[in-house]
């Protein structure tokens, strides 16, 4: 995974680039004022546009719009090792050396200040499998958006600023329970394969219809962008987004 400093930076697995626009349709429920976020746990960028998203979404209430979010699953490194890699090793390959990963840490780490998050580098040790992550995120979801997107925050925490492994069950129960989600209940699901298949066959849908990059926003089933863009332009693709859909509704 490659780290770009650029706005609107979205991350594939060859890498991160600032897409260009698009008007896909993707599998996703059509339930009005629903933002579908499909991401990875550990994407860098996933972090930055979630908080710049919320940015957004503040500008947007002010006008009265209100929206419902959902976190969807994809895997940058679908062929990781169940158990991850040791992180420098893995970067250093990636990169072609240590030097330059660490200077696309600096890069992101940037970013990342420009939107209020502190990444810390220096503590993350290892590159996770995020299967199991994304099927807590699924678990989450159950229990509603709200605790969904607590859960997700969470993980982003754990990872970007403790440097913690959320590919252990161990941690990924801990994680929950501190985000609110019962950690028993976390534990007890991520000791079975329970949503591992479902969470696969969304990963590989979204793939199917052309997704290559993290984080993407869906507005009712559509694809509006992909990247980290500022909180002003999020709110603007928005606007445009519903006004569109909303033209559509009338004219049916």
Known sequence: MDDRTEAGAACGPDGCAVPAETTMALPLARAPSRIDIISDAICPWCWVGKRNLEGALALLAVEGERFEIHWRPFQLNPDMPREGVERASYRAAKFGSAERSAEADARVAAAG????????????????????????????????????????????????????????????????????????????????????????????GFRRAGLSGVPTFALEGHVVFSGAMPPEQMAEAFRRGLAILRERAKAA
């Open 113 to 204: 200040q420009a939107a209020g998050l502190e990444f810390r580098h220096a503590l993350m040790l290892r590159t996770p499998n995020t299967i199991d992550a994304h099927r807590l995120i699924r678990l989450a979801g159950e229990h509603g958006p709200a605790m969904q997107d607590a859960v997700v925050e969470a993980l982003f925490q754990a990872y970007f600023h403790n440097g913690r492994d959320i590919g252990s069950h161990a941690v990924l129960a801990e994680i929950a329970g501190g985000a609110g989600l019962d950690a028993a209940e976390a534990a007890s699901v991520l000791a079975t394969d329970a949503g591992e298949a479902e969470v696969r066959q969304e990963d590989a």
